[in-house]
């Protein structure tokens, strides 16, 4: 019972200053915002594509002030799951591109126009999507591989699986019957 004790004391002291500092109403503005995304429906549809746009939408919004971010994402649009999809259908040149597991090595950089593959690289899809910075084209097409290779198609079950591996469950005491 100590080690539980010490274990939600250590949770506490991390977790403590966080909540002290944020806005009262910070998980509700965080609920309306998935509500108004249709998060929590595309969760229960367990609907891969739809989470993949939310998150690359997000994504997008890294290094840079989200007005410049999302002004840039208007006028050029952004990357969707259908999209990739799409452009992977016909196997692609680039063995990089075949799985998760080959594509860790891309080194696609969009300033410079360099990849691992550089004489391939007029055939690639990856660098097609007018995205702000080549590393969202990058994080893009490798959410897209987790999500086809390493989940199945199916990120939900796949988050839900890890979450019930992780669960103590009732063996440590945490959750009692009273």
């Known amino acids: 019972m100590r080690e539980v004790s010490r274990a939600w004391d250590f949770a506490t002291c991390i977790v403590r200053?966080?909540?002290?500092l944020a806005p009262r109403n910070?998980?509700?503005a965080i609920a309306v915002?998935?509500?108004?995304a249709h998060i929590q429906d595309a969760v229960s549809r367990r609907d891969s594509a739809a989470i993949f746009d939310w998150l690359m939408a997000s994504i997008s919004l890294q290094g840079i002030s989200d007005a410049i971010a999302l002004g840039f994402d208007?006028?050029?649009?952004?990357?969707?799951?259908a999209e990739i999809e799409s452009a992977l259908r016909r196997p692609p040149i680039c063995c990089r591109l075949h799985c998760y597991?080959?594509?860790?090595?891309?080194?696609y950089r969009k300033g410079e126009g360099s990849c691992a593959?550089?004489?391939l690289q007029p055939f690639c899809p990856l660098p097609k999507h007018p995205l702000r910075k080549g590393s969202l084209n990058v994080a893009a097409y490798s959410l897209f591989l987790?999500?086809?290779?390493?989940?199945?198609?199916?990120?939900v079950g796949w988050i839900d699986a890890r979450l019930?591996?992780?669960d103590p469950g009732l063996g440590l005491g945490l959750i009692t019957n009273s």
Do not use: K, T
Request: aromatic share 14%.
């Open 146 to 155: 987790f999500i086809r290779d390493v989940c199945d198609g199916d990120f």
């Open 33 to 36: 915002r998935l509500c108004e």
């Open 74 to 81: 208007a006028r050029h649009g952004g990357v969707r799951y």
């Open 26 to 28: 910070y998980l509700d």
């Open 117 to 119: 593959e550089p004489g």
């Open 101 to 107: 597991w080959r594509f860790e090595a891309c080194r």
């Open 164 to 166: 019930e591996g992780a």
């Open 17 to 20: 200053p966080a909540l002290l």
